[in-house]
């Protein structure tokens, strides 16, 4: 079994009978009072989106230096760099920023690092080639909290620093004009989980000023949302409005690379989701930093010529084919040395190699992770120093594992459940150690286990409303199943005259089911709190719909959770079936198009649409 442990919401009691008491159906109740929401109000906050950002950035401590700083350079026409990272969240952060400062008029310099060559973050062979170049002000992006020394090097050659951040401070924080990282100890800003490309979202509206909001958050939130989804973080509070706002933009963005890359992987006019974006968009953007070309994917992002952009996400591409080998060879030689491992060095796994591609070893760290349930560290050595990608797992917290174990490191940062850190070799062996150690202290008499988040539990049977339709196939043996486990669940047999041998078949079966409801197109039903509208192409009966419960509506394996709206579902031609699922926000992972005798359906990974559904109104 894929998970070995079930953690099950336990909502404070009372708070689900409040919350239905306020409307809310049963199921949605629980699932919100699991999550931690006890109030109607709480409730009504959770589920409802804005559209706006609505906290000001001032609010971040340092921002106002910030933006006092750069505006000076914008106004003396000072030479700004901006220094980046490699990964998708450093290079949109870039872009963005850049392509701000270029409106202004500013004359820019850009610096990503090279992963191989120069490591994460400041270093002081770049910020001495900025300030050749005629630098006098660096702002940071993504990058730089950690990076004092590097800080205290640019002050001494006169070029004055701006850290935007958004990773875990640790030590003291660098003396730069401004240090603008909400994680910071003395920031006071609400929303503590913002992208890098978050964070310089919010200066780039600070430098805008309050009457241009609107029009820079329009621009920038394509980008800003590609960045947050592929950062993996929590999808709440700032973050939810930037990427619903980017998703909602992305057909129209300015940005003509976004719009190649789309075209390059076959997405272009279809609906993209989170799910795109995180194992589409973002592997391949990824893929330059990785394999040491973070420069190519920047340029595919800021330049301005379609023909340009067409050779550049090409390719990206072509070097995330080539990722995708290097990573193959890696994650093989990995389970090698984990087979050969003690058991008491599986606790969490620390492995190492000098042959491994330094770019890619994040991303099989964060394979073995889930594969073994347990943390991984993947160390890249060379001469005699090895350069680490680590990962969590169930929680976990690496951040505050890898401080544990700072004696035996060269330097380390990052999050809880990702991190990088530097390391001597002849340490490995030790540090393997004492991390193992440190997990198994740190997890009870285990280690992590493979675990599923389950909101709540169907304590009731009757919060579920079956309703069975009939189509080609006999559906009896899954009712009778589903009958065994939710006794007395209402069963609603949707049929034309050309089932009525099914449905004789499951009275014999089922004595005890209602009255049958049979309705044609254009019918409805009352079925729990949902109006059910009967939408079926002539000739064919609706299908597929097989359990309605308050607002959430699950059809086959697939779950619609919402308001699923007014859109027609109802057969029609491909582009009619994308363009309904589209607007129902519910067309998720990659899919493909599937001619058939009964029309078009949309097959989604293991999840099929089929057009003959059923249409759930609110109400």
Request: charged content about 25%; hydrophobic content about 40%; glycine content about 10%.
């Amino acid at each position: 079994m894929k998970f070995e442990k079930w953690n099950i919401g336990a909502p404070v009691p009372g708070t689900v009978d409040s919350l239905r008491q306020a409307g809310y159906p049963a199921l949605l109740s629980a699932v919100l009072a699991g999550r931690g929401v006890s109030s109607a109000e709480e409730a009504a906050k959770r589920l409802e989106c804005d559209d706006v950002l609505t906290l000001s950035p001032f609010a971040m401590a340092d921002m106002g230096k910030a933006v006092e700083r750069i505006r000076r350079a914008v106004t003396d026409e000072e030479t700004v760099a901006v220094f980046g990272d490699y990964d998708v969240d450093g290079i949109t952060s870039t872009v963005l920023l850049l392509d701000y400062l270029k409106g202004c008029g500013v004359n820019c310099l850009r610096y990503i690092p090279r992963r191989i060559e120069d490591g994460y973050g400041l270093s002081r062979e770049a910020i001495q080639s900025l300030r050749d170049q005629g630098a006098t002000l660096m702002v940071t992006v993504d990058c730089g909290v950690t990076g004092a020394e590097e800080v205290n090097f640019a002050n001494s050659i006169g070029l004055d620093v701006v850290v935007t951040d958004h990773h875990e401070c640790k030590g003291p924080l660098p003396g730069a004009v401004a240090v603008v990282d909400p994680h910071r100890p003395d920031c006071s800003y609400p929303f503590k989980h913002l992208a890098g490309v978050g964070v310089a979202l919010k200066l780039v509206l600070a430098l805008g000023g309050s009457g241009n909001e609107e029009r820079l958050f329009s621009r920038y939130c394509t980008l800003a949302a590609i960045g947050t989804v592929a950062d993996v973080m929590r999808m709440e509070g700032e973050n939810r409005v930037i990427v619903l706002r980017g998703l909602s933009a992305l057909p129209r963005t300015d940005f003509v690379g976004i719009h190649a890359l789309l075209r390059e992987v076959g997405l272009d006019g279809k609906p993209v989701t989170s799910v795109q974006i995180g194992f589409t968009l973002a592997p391949r953007i990824n893929a330059a930093g990785r394999m040491g070309a973070a420069d190519l994917a920047a340029d595919l992002l800021e330049t301005e010529d379609s023909r340009r952009a067409e050779e550049l996400a090409q390719a990206l591409c072509d070097l995330n084919r080539e990722r995708q080998t290097v990573e193959q060879d890696i994650c093989a030689d990995a389970m090698r040395q984990i087979e050969a491992l003690p058991e008491s060095a599986r606790s969490a796994l620390v492995l190492a190699s000098d042959e491994w591609h330094q770019g890619v070893v994040g991303i099989v760290a964060s394979r073995l992770s889930e594969k073994y349930a347990c943390p991984s560290f993947m160390i890249h050595t060379q001469e005699g120093m090895g350069k680490g990608s680590c990962r969590s797992f169930g929680g976990f917290n690496l951040f505050a594992a890898l401080e544990a174990c700072s004696s035996l490191l060269e330097g380390f940062g990052g999050h809880e459940l990702a991190a990088g850190f530097t390391i001597r070799k002849e340490n490995i062996a030790l540090f393997r150690d004492k991390m193992n150690g440190y997990v198994r202290a740190h997890c009870g008499k285990g280690v992590p286990v493979s675990a599923l988040e389950i909101d709540a539990a169907v304590t009731d049977p009757l919060d579920l409303t079956m309703l069975l339709t009939h189509g080609h196939y006999d559906h009896t043996g899954a009712v009778e199943e589903l009958l065994e486990k939710f006794p007395g669940i209402p069963v609603y047999l949707n049929h034309r005259d050309v089932y009525d041998e099914t449905d004789r078949r499951m009275r014999q079966l089922f004595p005890s089911l209602p009255a049958t409801v049979s309705y044609g197109d254009g019918d409805t039903v009352r079925v729990g709190s949902l109006t059910v509208s009967v939408l079926a192409t002539p000739g064919h009966s609706a299908g597929s719909v097989t359990l309605l419960c308050g607002d959430v509506m699950f059809a086959g394996d697939t779950l619609f959770a919402g308001s699923c709206g007014r859109t027609d579902l109802a057969g029609g031609s491909v582009d009619d079936m994308l363009a309904s699922l589209a607007r129902l926000g519910r067309l998720e992972g990659e899919y493909s198009v599937l001619p058939g005798h009964m029309g078009a359906s949309i097959l989604s990974r293991e999840r099929e649409y089929n057009p003959f559904m059923l249409q759930a109104l609110r109400g």
